[in-house]
């Protein structure tokens, strides 16, 4: 009997273990969702779970010891932020992608938006954005509507959501406009309710994303995992998804 008790603790350890918890920036939910689905073809003994939510609220959750293996980040500058307080293992911050700033207007509104200067139309009543304090593609779409001459006109009709994933729901919800990831327009949902017009990249500082391994965190399921996160079988799942990738 204590051999079976054992043996079940076991079990159990290992198969702790070969969970893998990685902190993913909202952005990246569908996307991720088929990286998960790739690699575990290919390894599937080791569970990835991701947890999902705004880069700057992992950054300071991670700082505060949250237990994550990995960190895929929507800006490079949060990935950063840890390697300069030495909380990841060295050498590990890698840029993924480049994302991109869509402006979405669901067809409820009857507008098409060809140029950000629809955001000032009467039929603009309220605008969602991610909160640009923690979240990159709200900075961006900061950003883009100042250098567009447009932020001082439109501020009024701005509201916030914690993450660009939030947005994204609250812009079919109740917005009449929304700044979104590029990523979130390829699914079904907001291909058939609106349409889009992608922000001119000149307009807002690139949107670098990258990833790291946390410090202590380096098993050999997270290293197959943070492998995988930069493969070519990765990489043909953020172009699937709309991302550029890094030159070189």
Same mark, same amino acid.
């Given at each position: 009997m204590k051999q079976l008790v054992f043996a079940v603790i076991t079990l159990f350890a290992v198969a702790q273990a070969q969970e893998v918890r990685v902190a993913v920036a909202a952005n990246l939910q569908p996307t991720f969702n088929d990286?998960?689905?790739? *690699?575990?073809?290919? !390894?599937?003994?080791?569970?990835?779970?991701? /947890? *999902?939510?705004?880069?700057? %609220?992992?950054?300071q959750q991670i700082a505060q010891g949250a237990p994550f293996d990995i960190f895929m980040a929507a800006d490079v500058s949060f990935p950063r932020d840890l390697e300069r307080r030495a909380l990841i293992e060295a050498g590990t911050l890698k840029t993924y992608a480049i994302g991109k700033l869509v402006l979405y207007v669901p067809k409820r509104v009857g507008l098409r938006p060809n140029s950000l200067n629809i955001l000032s139309a009467a039929k603009i009543g309220k605008i969602i954005i991610a909160d640009p304090k923690i979240a990159p593609y709200g900075r961006?779409?900061?950003?883009? $509507?100042?250098?567009?001459? &447009?932020?001082?006109?439109?501020? @009024?009709? /701005?509201?916030?959501?914690?993450?660009?994933?939030?947005?994204?729901? +609250?812009? +079919? =919800?109740?917005?009449?406009? #929304? *700044?979104? %990831?590029?990523?979130?327009?390829?699914?079904?949902?907001?291909? =058939?309710? @609106?349409?889009?017009?992608?922000?001119?990249?000149?307009?807002?500082?690139? +949107?670098?994303?990258?990833?790291? $391994?946390?410090? #202590?965190? !380096?098993?050999?399921?997270?290293?197959?995992?943070?492998? *995988? &996160?930069?493969?070519? +079988?990765?990489?043909?799942?953020?172009?699937?998804?709309?991302?550029? &990738?890094?030159?070189?």
């Open positions: 990286l998960i689905r790739v *690699f575990n073809s290919v !390894n599937p003994g080791i569970k990835v779970t991701p /947890i *999902f939510g705004s880069s700057g %609220a992992f950054t961006a779409a900061v950003q883009a $509507m100042t250098k567009a001459g &447009l932020y001082e006109v439109v501020k @009024g009709k /701005i509201a916030q959501g914690q993450n660009i994933s939030q947005v994204a729901q +609250l812009t +079919l =919800a109740s917005g009449d406009a #929304g *700044f979104m %990831a590029y990523s979130s327009v390829f699914t079904p949902e907001f291909k =058939a309710q @609106g349409s889009y017009f992608i922000v001119p990249q000149r307009l807002y500082d690139p +949107l670098e994303q990258a990833y790291v $391994m946390l410090k #202590g965190r !380096n098993r050999p399921e997270v290293k197959a995992v943070y492998d *995988f &996160l930069s493969s070519p +079988l990765a990489q043909k799942v953020y172009r699937a998804w709309g991302y550029e &990738l890094p030159s070189g």
